[in-house]
């Protein structure tokens, strides 16, 4: 009956004419009620299967006792989170300090207005739109050095230059990655990218889909990058003075930007909503929560890298490897446009094994030590 | 087995170097005037039939009349051992010569014995309470504190 | 135009999620590189040297738990040693081969954290420390089987060991024993060729040869840098003489090398078990010794190869039923004596994992 009625209800939003009295307007309340809903939502469950898949794969239970299987756990943290006292530093910036958090928090929200949930089915379906979402994600980083810098603490600061620096170097593999992408499909906009994967892009582009998962990984500081707040290092990073709602807004912001990284990846190589068989928006949400789940399987196996060997990995490692993927796919594309598919996907797979096994043997990671 | 090596044996050696270092040597233990401490220490860690590369532990002891001060050498290459004391006289101000620059693993064990003993140490770079805090009165080790 | 940069104090501080235990270091950085480290310690202090003067001889052996709370059982072998060797007591068969079997259980859980502390301090959030405290907590579950105690076993006494060990400890000493390998080498499957440890930990914190000799180390990390020494073959105690094993030795004294000597050393402790298991006669567990024991006057040094390293103990006696005198040669000190050499050059994050894979015990240093 829920697949009836979703069924229904997409395709009569569909039918609605954008130049009808108020139609746009409609649309726009719709969709952006859905995202709202689905980011929270989402949030809130990544929340509890990340705690609870760590848990499994450490030899323990996860939380198992707010709820059945512990499935409030994140709404008990919400409503924790929520009675504390905001505490401000006394030497801090206020303005800064305040706002950092929103900062951080409103790009990531604004990625998911071109994110499809079914064919036609997103906010505004831009031609233009894996550039905005490249371009929204960089303010977000805005955020987080503004709350290392306005904290007015000397960890904070540290964990606040490490963030910058890392996440502009992996900017530029991440998009000359999608570049990949969007070679193949012709297309800027992503609903067009999903309609143009009968074969999903992960196998036309092997190369780029690791790239742009190490990269991804990168961007949102998730393990093992997530030396910004190496718990075992700086104390917290740049979050650690903020307290009660402030807080709940960054660890908020690391789950959205990882679901919002996830959707991309799913939209980008997995094939977005296509499918046999469930509904559409279904198998969105499996592939989400497939993508979500590596995320967290690497989370717990591997261990940190050190911030220059962070730097040595974007610069020497992710970059000449992104640039020689996109030549290849040009030479692909212009000459051998009609058999595209299966020879592509062997070719590239090939390519992909020798350039990463060469790579790993012929340059070193980071610099070692400093001659004092 | 690390042979503990005799002390009337090594105080002949020392004596034949430093006549008058040697003040007395019994059982497994040779006992030197703290002035001359410093060569004969420089000697036996230097000599090739010695080798006393690797220095066990340093303690002191709070006898009434004096403070010793007990070191445990051991050679690694020859597998042999051997305990050197050594004695400062009065409770006032006791110091003895420090032997960081020969064995850097005494930097830790001299700070201690200065704070919970109350021993200067000669020559030692850093001599700063390394356990009690700063500003803590009088050194607890010694027999009269408590 | 060269850029002019200031350097700042950065106090890495007593409390830390990852100091083990309450260890400051006071780091002067310049970006992120580290110029001067300065260790301040003396946290927890408990004055263990002068209470010993008050106590009995059997009544100081409690005390020797709490220097290294993590491996309480060699604490207890190296004082109960130093008496004996002090008072010339000897010691029946049956309770020298429950001592062997103890202290090398010991020195495995005491590995176990020592690995899982460094793993976690690499980042890798907590999955192998917690791997290694599950093996853990079968070691812990025999020797509450031995002494009722989880943490402080206070099971050796002078002249033997408190008590037998019941029916049901060497068929689970069995089973443990057959289990163990298997995990090691899954563990190690996982971990020894990880790009990102090594990575993180090969050629970081080196020590020297010449400068771990010359600052006292022992233990592993002396190991790691080359210099085979271990007091169980160099200066057997007890009956290690008996049985037959090897001294893992590093090459170049980095934190891999260190990881590396401690994972070879719990497959070697295993080995010594199962020796002593098969060759553990029935008998007495302790020789006559009166509770009070007044040693004649004197001065013993006896040491034992400790988990962390070489843990001695010297005791003079004035003929009373208290020491006058008990100092103990703790191994965390003596390593800790070249952490600034190691660390200077390296960046905060590195300076975190090499004190890791040094691998102290606050408890024996403050004392």
């Known amino acids: 009956m829920i697949l009836n009625f979703s069924r229904s209800s997409m395709q009569y939003l569909q039918t609605l004419p954008p130049d009808w009295p108020g139609g746009f307007w409609w649309h726009w309340l719709v969709f952006t009620v859905i995202i709202i809903i689905f980011l929270l939502a989402l949030v809130m469950g990544f929340i509890w299967f990340e705690r609870r898949a760590l848990g499994r794969m450490q030899a323990r239970l996860g939380p198992n006792r707010v709820g059945p299987l512990g499935l409030l756990q994140p709404v008990a943290d919400a409503l924790k989170v929520l009675i504390k006292e905001d505490i401000v530093p006394a030497k801090a910036d206020k303005l800064v300090h305040w706002l950092a958090p929103v900062v951080a928090f409103v790009p990531v929200l604004m990625i998911f207005a071109v994110i499809p949930f079914q064919d036609g089915a997103l906010l505004a379906d831009l031609n233009i739109g894996i550039l905005y979402v490249v371009a929204i994600s960089s303010v977000a980083t805005v955020g987080i050095f503004m709350a290392g810098w306005g904290s007015s603490n000397k960890y904070s600061l540290l964990g606040a230059m490490r963030e910058v620096a890392s996440v502009v170097s992996y900017e530029i593999p991440l998009v000359i990655t999608i570049a990949g992408v969007v070679l193949i499909a012709g297309t800027l906009s992503l609903n067009q990218i999903v309609l143009a994967q009968d074969v999903p892009f992960i196998l036309l582009q092997p190369l780029g889909f690791l790239l742009f998962f190490i990269g991804a990984c990168a961007e949102i500081n998730r393990s093992p990058f997530d030396l910004l707040e190496a718990d075992s290092e700086l104390t917290a990073g740049f979050h650690t003075e903020y307290s009660g709602m402030k807080f709940a807004m960054f660890y908020l912001v690391e789950y959205a930007e990882a679901l919002a990284m996830s959707a991309i990846i799913t939209t980008l190589f997995l094939g977005g909503w296509r499918g046999p068989l469930l509904p559409p928006w279904l198998w969105f949400l499996i592939k989400v929560v497939v993508v979500f789940f590596v995320m967290v399987w690497t989370r717990t196996t591997l261990p940190r890298v050190r911030i220059d060997q962070l730097m040595a990995l974007a610069w020497k490692f992710l970059l000449p490897l992104a640039l020689i993927n996109l030549l290849i796919t040009a030479i692909e594309v212009l000459t051998w446009p009609v058999a595209l598919p299966w020879v592509m996907i062997l070719v590239n797979i090939a390519i992909m094994a020798v350039l990463v096994v060469l790579w790993s043997k012929l340059f070193k990671l980071g610099w070692g030590r400093v001659e004092i | 087995m690390t042979i503990p090596l005799s002390g009337w044996e090594v105080a002949k050696q020392i004596a034949k170097r430093f006549p008058d270092a040697v003040s007395e040597a019994y059982g497994y233990f040779v006992l030197v005037k703290s002035e001359s401490l410093f060569e004969v220490a420089q000697y036996l860690k230097s000599s090739p039939e010695f080798d006393f590369d690797y220095l066990t532990n340093i303690t002191a002891v709070d006898y009434y009349d004096y403070f010793e001060a007990i070191y445990q050498l051991t050679s690694l290459k020859h597998n042999h051992s051997l305990v050197l004391k050594t004695r400062c006289y009065g409770r006032d101000n006791p110091t003895l010569p420090s032997i960081v620059r020969l064995w850097r693993g005494a930097d830790f064990q001299e700070r201690e014995i200065h704070d919970l003993m109350g021993t200067t140490f000669k020559g030692h770079p850093n001599l700063k309470p390394i356990v009690l805090w700063q500003g803590f009165k009088g050194h607890p080790l010694r027999k009269d504190y408590l | ?367």
């Not at chain 3, 072998?77 to 062997?100: C, F």
């Not at chain 3, 180390?217 to 008996?242: E, F, M, T």
């Not at chain 3, 103990?313 to 020491?323: E, G, M, Q, R, T």
């Not at chain 3, 800790?336 to 102290?360: E, N, Q």
Request: charged share 25%; glycine share 8%.
């Open chain 3, 1 to 367: 135009m060269a850029l002019r940069t200031e350097s700042f104090v950065l106090n890495i501080g007593p409390q830390h999620p990852s100091t083990h235990g309450v260890f400051r270091m006071r780091a002067t950085l310049d970006g992120e590189v580290i110029v001067d480290l300065e260790p301040v310690f003396g946290y927890l202090h408990r004055g263990i040297e002068k209470l010993a003067e008050e106590r009995t001889y059997t009544g100081v052996i409690p005390l020797t738990d709490r220097l290294d709370y993590l491996a309480s059982m060699s604490n207890n072998l190296a004082y109960v040693l130093a008496v004996e060797k002090l008072a010339g007591i000897k010691v029946p068969e049956r309770a020298e081969y429950l001592r062997v079997i103890m202290a090398e259980l010991q020195r495995i859980a005491s590995h176990l954290i020592a690995v899982g502390a460094f793993l976690n301090d690499c980042g890798a959030f907590m999955t192998p420390i917690l791997y290694m405290i599950r093996e853990r907590e079968k070691i812990l579950d025999l020797f509450d089987m031995v002494s009722g105690q989880r943490l402080t076993y206070n099971y050796m006494r002078v002249g033997g060991v408190s008590q037998d060990v019941p029916d049901e400890f060497l068929p689970a000493l069995d089973k443990f024993v057959k289990e163990m390998p298997g995990w090691i080498d899954e563990y190690d499957q996982l971990l020894a060729e990880n790009e990102i440890l090594l990575a993180r930990s090969k050629g970081v914190g080196i020590l020297s040869k010449e400068l771990a000799i010359n600052v006292s180390a022992s233990g592993p990390v002396l190991r790691a840098s080359g210099v085979k020494w271990d007091i169980r073959k160099a200066d057997p105690y007890s009956i290690y003489g008996r049985f037959e094993f090897e001294i893992p030795t590093g090459m170049v004294g980095d934190c891999y090398d260190r990881y590396w000597v401690r994972v070879q050393e719990m497959r070697q402790s295993l080995r010594i078990i199962k020796q002593a298991m098969g060759q553990i006669p029935s008998g007495a567990v302790r020789s006559e010794v009166p509770h009070i024991i007044r040693p004649p006057v004197g001065e013993a040094y006896s040491h034992i190869e400790a988990p962390k390293g070489e843990l001695g103990f010297y005791l003079v006696s004035d003929n009373s039923i208290a020491p006058y005198r008990c100092h103990i040669r703790a191994p965390s000190l003596l390593n800790l004596t070249a952490l600034r050499d190691m660390i200077i050059g390296w960046k905060v994050a590195d300076a975190i994992i090499i004190f890791g894979s040094i691998d102290i015990c606050m408890g024996e240093i403050d004392r």
